[in-house]
C-alpha cells in the first residue's frame, strides 16, 4: 500500500512540473528536450568542442564531417532542459551544412527555431553557439 501511495505522490509531483513547464516553455523547447534525439557523443569525431558557461552548464558537440559537409552531430550537456532543446536544435540544423554555414548560426537563429526561450534561459542558446563555434574552430586547425 504504501509503494502505492508514494507512486501516486510521484505521478502528481511529475505532472505539476509537465504543466509548470508548459507555462513557460514553447512546445518546441518542450519536444526538444524531452526527446533529444542527438544527445551523446560521436565515436571517432572529426571535431569537438567543449565549453563550461558562466551559469555553471557544460556542453560538449562533436561532428563527422564527410566531403566538407557535417553528415552527423551530437552534443552532451549537464546543463537544464533549456540547454538540452538548444543543444538538441543546433545540432539537427547543421546536419548538412558545411562548418563554415553552421558557424553563421546565430543565437537569436537557435531561439526563432526554438519558438522562444524564456529571457532567463537565452543563455543556453549562446553556450549552444558558442560551443560549436570552438568546435569548427578545433576542426579548422586539425585541416
Same mark, same amino acid.
Not at 1 to 20: F, G, H, P, T, Y
Not at 48 to 60: A, E, F, L, Y
Not at 122 to 131: E, G, I, Q, R
Given at each position: 500500500?504504501? @509503494? &502505492? ?5 510521484? =505521478? *502528481?509531483? %511529475?505532472?505539476?512540473?509537465?504543466? /509548470?513547464? @508548459? ?15 542527438? +544527445? #551523446? ?5 572529426? !571535431?569537438? #568542442? ?6 555553471? &552548464? ?9 566531403? #566538407?559537409?557535417?553528415? /552527423?552531430?551530437? +552534443? ?15 545540432? *539537427?540544423?547543421? =546536419?548538412?551544412?558545411?562548418? +563554415? @554555414?553552421?558557424? &553563421?548560426?546565430? %543565437?537569436?537563429?537557435?531561439?526563432? *527555431? ?5 529571457? @532567463? ?6 553556450? !549552444? ?8 574552430? %578545433?576542426? %579548422?586547425?586539425?585541416?
Amino acid at each position: 500500500m504504501a @509503494e &502505492d501511495s508514494l507512486e501516486n505522490m510521484v =505521478k *502528481k509531483i %511529475q505532472k505539476k512540473i509537465e504543466l /509548470d513547464e @508548459e507555462k513557460i516553455y514553447s512546445k518546441v523547447v518542450i519536444r526538444e528536450y524531452r526527446n533529444p534525439i542527438n +544527445f #551523446g557523443v560521436l565515436e571517432h569525431p572529426d !571535431a569537438v #568542442g567543449v565549453i563550461k558557461g558562466p551559469c555553471g &552548464d557544460t556542453m560538449k558537440i562533436t561532428l563527422k564531417i564527410e566531403n #566538407g559537409i557535417i553528415s /552527423d552531430a551530437r +552534443f552532451w550537456t549537464d546543463g537544464c532542459g533549456g540547454s538540452i532543446a538548444c543543444g538538441n536544435m543546433l545540432t *539537427k540544423i547543421i =546536419k548538412g551544412k558545411t562548418p +563554415f @554555414e553552421a558557424i &553563421d548560426i546565430t %543565437q537569436k537563429d537557435l531561439i526563432n *527555431k526554438l519558438d522562444g526561450l524564456p529571457k @532567463e534561459h537565452s543563455h543556453c542558446a549562446l553556450l !549552444a553557439v558558442k560551443t560549436l563555434h570552438k568546435t569548427v574552430e %578545433q576542426y %579548422q586547425k586539425r585541416k
